[in-house]
Protein backbone atom coordinates (compact mmCIF):
# COMPACT_ATOMS: atom_id res chain seq x y z
CA UNK A 1 0.00 0.00 0.00
CA UNK A 2 1.27 3.63 -1.31
CA UNK A 3 2.23 6.04 1.45
CA UNK A 4 -0.34 9.03 2.13
CA UNK A 5 0.52 12.31 0.95
CA UNK A 6 -0.10 14.01 4.38
CA UNK A 7 2.27 11.59 6.26
CA UNK A 8 5.01 12.79 3.73
CA UNK A 9 4.34 16.41 3.75
CA UNK A 10 6.20 19.37 4.48
CA UNK A 11 3.55 20.99 7.25
CA UNK A 12 5.51 23.93 8.33
CA UNK A 13 4.41 26.12 4.83
CA UNK A 14 5.28 30.01 3.91
CA UNK A 15 2.52 31.19 2.02
CA UNK A 16 2.30 35.02 0.89
CA UNK A 17 -1.35 36.90 0.51
CA UNK A 18 -2.66 38.11 -2.76
CA UNK A 19 -2.30 41.76 -1.94
CA UNK A 20 0.91 41.64 0.07
CA UNK A 21 3.50 43.83 -2.20
CA UNK A 22 6.12 42.05 -4.02
CA UNK A 23 8.80 43.73 -1.81
CA UNK A 24 7.68 41.91 1.04
CA UNK A 25 7.79 39.05 -1.20
CA UNK A 26 11.41 39.43 -2.39
CA UNK A 27 12.31 39.38 1.17
CA UNK A 28 10.50 36.57 2.22
CA UNK A 29 12.89 34.56 -0.42
CA UNK A 30 16.07 35.74 0.87
CA UNK A 31 15.52 35.85 4.47
CA UNK A 32 14.12 32.05 4.17
CA UNK A 33 16.47 30.98 1.72
CA UNK A 34 13.23 29.71 -0.74
CA UNK A 35 12.45 29.91 -3.96
CA UNK A 36 8.52 30.12 -4.04
CA UNK A 37 5.42 30.26 -2.29
CA UNK A 38 2.19 29.65 -2.19
CA UNK A 39 -0.34 32.57 -2.64
CA UNK A 40 -3.36 32.99 -0.73
CA UNK A 41 -6.82 35.19 -0.53
CA UNK A 42 -7.72 36.74 2.43
CA UNK A 43 -9.87 34.54 3.14
CA UNK A 44 -6.53 31.64 3.43
CA UNK A 45 -7.78 30.00 0.37
CA UNK A 46 -5.23 28.69 -2.17
CA UNK A 47 -5.29 31.27 -5.80
CA UNK A 48 -1.68 30.49 -6.69
CA UNK A 49 2.29 30.34 -6.59
CA UNK A 50 4.69 32.21 -6.83
CA UNK A 51 8.34 32.00 -7.75
CA UNK A 52 11.98 33.56 -7.96
CA UNK A 53 11.55 32.44 -11.78
CA UNK A 54 7.79 34.55 -11.70
CA UNK A 55 9.69 37.25 -10.08
CA UNK A 56 12.76 37.43 -12.59
CA UNK A 57 10.01 37.48 -15.41
CA UNK A 58 8.14 40.02 -14.26
CA UNK A 59 11.33 42.13 -13.66
CA UNK A 60 12.31 41.46 -17.22
CA UNK A 61 8.88 42.03 -19.13
CA UNK A 62 8.63 45.49 -17.02
CA UNK A 63 11.90 46.64 -17.67
CA UNK A 64 11.98 47.69 -14.02
CA UNK A 65 15.37 45.54 -13.07
CA UNK A 66 16.19 48.12 -9.98
CA UNK A 67 18.59 50.46 -11.49
CA UNK A 68 16.76 53.17 -11.59
CA UNK A 69 16.15 55.60 -14.06
CA UNK A 70 15.47 59.67 -15.19
CA UNK A 71 11.95 59.85 -16.31
CA UNK A 72 10.76 62.26 -19.50
CA UNK A 73 10.23 64.95 -17.21
CA UNK A 74 13.68 64.96 -15.66
CA UNK A 75 16.00 64.41 -19.31
CA UNK A 76 13.29 67.54 -21.02
CA UNK A 77 14.26 69.73 -17.96
CA UNK A 78 18.13 68.63 -18.36
CA UNK A 79 17.88 70.19 -22.02
CA UNK A 80 15.97 72.99 -21.62
CA UNK A 81 18.15 74.03 -18.85
CA UNK A 82 20.89 74.00 -20.95
CA UNK A 83 19.55 75.95 -23.68
CA UNK A 84 18.48 78.74 -21.16
CA UNK A 85 18.44 78.94 -17.94
CA UNK A 86 17.43 82.28 -17.28
CA UNK A 87 14.25 81.97 -19.07
CA UNK A 88 11.18 81.33 -16.40
CA UNK A 89 8.52 79.68 -17.62
CA UNK A 90 5.61 79.05 -15.76
CA UNK A 91 4.70 75.99 -17.00
CA UNK A 92 7.74 74.99 -16.01
CA UNK A 93 7.02 75.58 -12.27
CA UNK A 94 3.62 73.96 -12.24
CA UNK A 95 5.60 70.64 -13.64
CA UNK A 96 8.40 70.70 -11.45
CA UNK A 97 6.02 70.59 -8.27
CA UNK A 98 3.60 67.91 -9.80
CA UNK A 99 6.88 64.86 -10.26
CA UNK A 100 10.29 66.31 -7.78
CA UNK A 101 13.74 66.26 -9.99
CA UNK A 102 16.60 63.37 -10.11
CA UNK A 103 17.00 59.67 -10.04
CA UNK A 104 13.63 57.81 -9.63
CA UNK A 105 14.23 54.24 -8.49
CA UNK A 106 11.62 51.69 -9.43
CA UNK A 107 8.47 51.77 -6.86
CA UNK A 108 8.09 47.81 -6.78
CA UNK A 109 5.93 48.57 -3.29
CA UNK A 110 2.95 49.10 -5.04
CA UNK A 111 2.95 46.20 -6.90
CA UNK A 112 1.18 43.32 -5.57
CA UNK A 113 1.65 39.54 -5.24
CA UNK A 114 -1.31 38.90 -7.29
CA UNK A 115 0.22 40.61 -10.37
CA UNK A 116 3.36 38.71 -10.64
CA UNK A 117 1.47 34.76 -9.36
CA UNK A 118 1.26 31.85 -11.62
CA UNK A 119 -2.78 31.66 -10.99
CA UNK A 120 -2.68 27.91 -12.05
CA UNK A 121 -1.82 25.72 -9.28
CA UNK A 122 -1.16 21.78 -8.84
CA UNK A 123 -2.53 20.63 -5.56
CA UNK A 124 -3.27 17.77 -4.04
CA UNK A 125 -5.68 16.37 -1.08
CA UNK A 126 -3.53 15.00 2.00
CA UNK A 127 -5.51 11.91 1.84
CA UNK A 128 -3.94 11.16 -1.61
CA UNK A 129 -1.53 8.79 -2.34
CA UNK A 130 2.28 9.07 -2.66
CA UNK A 131 1.57 7.59 -6.09
CA UNK A 132 -0.79 9.60 -7.06
CA UNK A 133 1.25 12.37 -6.18
CA UNK A 134 4.18 11.36 -8.26
CA UNK A 135 1.85 10.68 -11.29
CA UNK A 136 0.92 14.08 -10.96
CA UNK A 137 4.23 15.65 -11.00
CA UNK A 138 5.55 13.39 -13.58
CA UNK A 139 2.13 14.15 -15.71
CA UNK A 140 2.83 17.90 -15.00
CA UNK A 141 6.72 17.79 -15.16
CA UNK A 142 6.97 19.78 -11.59
CA UNK A 143 8.47 19.33 -8.49
CA UNK A 144 6.44 20.04 -5.97
CA UNK A 145 2.29 19.82 -5.02
CA UNK A 146 0.23 22.46 -2.30
CA UNK A 147 -1.68 19.94 -0.54
CA UNK A 148 -4.76 21.69 0.09
CA UNK A 149 -7.62 20.77 2.62
CA UNK A 150 -11.62 20.67 1.89
CA UNK A 151 -12.17 24.91 1.94
CA UNK A 152 -9.15 24.47 -0.12
CA UNK A 153 -6.47 26.34 2.53
CA UNK A 154 -2.79 24.86 2.32
CA UNK A 155 -2.22 22.27 4.95
CA UNK A 156 1.14 21.59 3.36
CA UNK A 157 3.50 20.74 0.27
CA UNK A 158 4.87 17.67 -1.00
CA UNK A 159 8.00 17.28 -3.00
CA UNK A 160 9.65 15.36 -5.39
CA UNK A 161 12.34 14.90 -2.91
CA UNK A 162 9.68 13.69 -0.18
CA UNK A 163 9.01 11.12 -2.63
CA UNK A 164 12.63 10.18 -2.79
CA UNK A 165 13.00 9.82 1.02
CA UNK A 166 9.94 7.76 0.70
CA UNK A 167 11.95 5.39 -1.74
CA UNK A 168 15.27 5.35 0.06
CA UNK A 169 13.03 3.95 3.17
CA UNK A 170 11.06 0.80 1.21
Known sequence: ???LVKDLMSRNVKTVREDQEIHELERLFLREKI?????VSA???LVG???QSDLLSWHFETGNDG???YDYVDLERERLGEAGEDEENPADEAEEDAVPAGLHLSDVRAVAVRQVMTPVVHAIAPEAT???AAERMLRHRIHRLIVVGKDLEVVGVISAMDLLHLVLEV
Open 35 to 39: HGVPV
Open 1 to 3: MAA
Open 49 to 51: VVS
Open 43 to 45: ENR
Open 130 to 132: SRD
Open 67 to 69: TGF
